[in-house]
């Protein structure tokens, strides 16, 4: 069992590019999110979605772009990168948000520069 | 928003203990968490409160006022392998979870 995948694991990016970063979860958790962790700042997050097919807007949201196709897979799109969007990147998975002991599990990570 | 204040950096001995607070102002609460991140690593989960009091777990406590709006993490005999980052999360009222910028503790020998 996996638990979390990202891909890919590091990037360099030209600014004005188009880049989706992958994320699957193998435990059949309901709710995903995407989070930014910068310097100073912690996570942030950017945005979730509480079952397939639903997302739902983070703290951070503007230039990113999310899909929930199915249980598994929510991936992250940058339309159009911009430098302020060097960052490391984590997805996260947790059975129901709604829960009380509701307990958010995190990938690996996808460490991104915008040049 | 939230409001999640933690103390960036921590040093402590080896075999020593170290309190890590984190104050909080939310919109409602459903839950504290504690989190711990080695340097380029994920976050993993450590522990969980959302009554008043303390949770044991191991060398790893966690305390919290909801009154106060007041969490801390304890961590007892200390190793060189918990040198990390610290992260406290607040759940608010719409179940969303907001973090602190985190507490980087260094074990020294």
């Known amino acids: 069992i996996a638990g979390i995948t990202q891909a890919p694991t590091s990037q360099i990016l030209a600014a004005g590019r188009r880049m989706t970063l992958r994320c699957t979860q193998d435990m059949r958790h309901n709710a995903m999110y995407w989070y930014r962790q910068d310097l100073g700042l912690g996570l942030r997050l950017i945005h979730y979605?509480?079952?397939?097919?639903?997302?739902g807007k983070g703290e951070v949201p503007d230039g990113y772009s999310v899909s929930r196709a199915n249980t598994d897979d929510f991936p992250l799109t940058l339309a159009s990168a911009v430098p302020s969007q060097t960052s490391v990147y984590f997805c996260?998975?947790?059975?129901?948000?709604?829960?009380?002991?509701?307990?958010?599990?995190f990938g690996p990570g996808t460490r991104l520069t915008v040049l | 928003g939230q409001n999640i204040d933690q103390p960036t950096e921590m040093t402590a001995t080896e075999g020593a203990i170290v309190q890590i607070n984190c104050t909080y102002q939310?919109?409602?609460?459903?839950?504290l968490f504690w989190y711990q991140q080695h340097a380029g690593e994920a976050p993993t989960f450590l522990s969980y409160n959302v009554l008043d009091g303390l949770e044991e777990k191991g060398r790893f406590s966690s305390f919290l006022s909801r009154s106060k709006g007041y969490s801390y993490l304890l961590l007892k005999e200390l190793q060189m392998k918990d040198s990390a980052s610290y992260l406290c999360a607040v759940r608010d009222g719409d179940y969303k979870l907001s973090f602190g910028a985190g507490t980087t503790v260094t074990v020294r020998a």
């Open positions: 979605s509480n079952t397939a097919g639903t997302t």
């Open positions: 939310t919109s409602g609460f459903n839950g």
């Open positions: 996260a998975s947790s059975q129901d948000r709604s829960m009380g002991t509701d307990t958010q599990y």
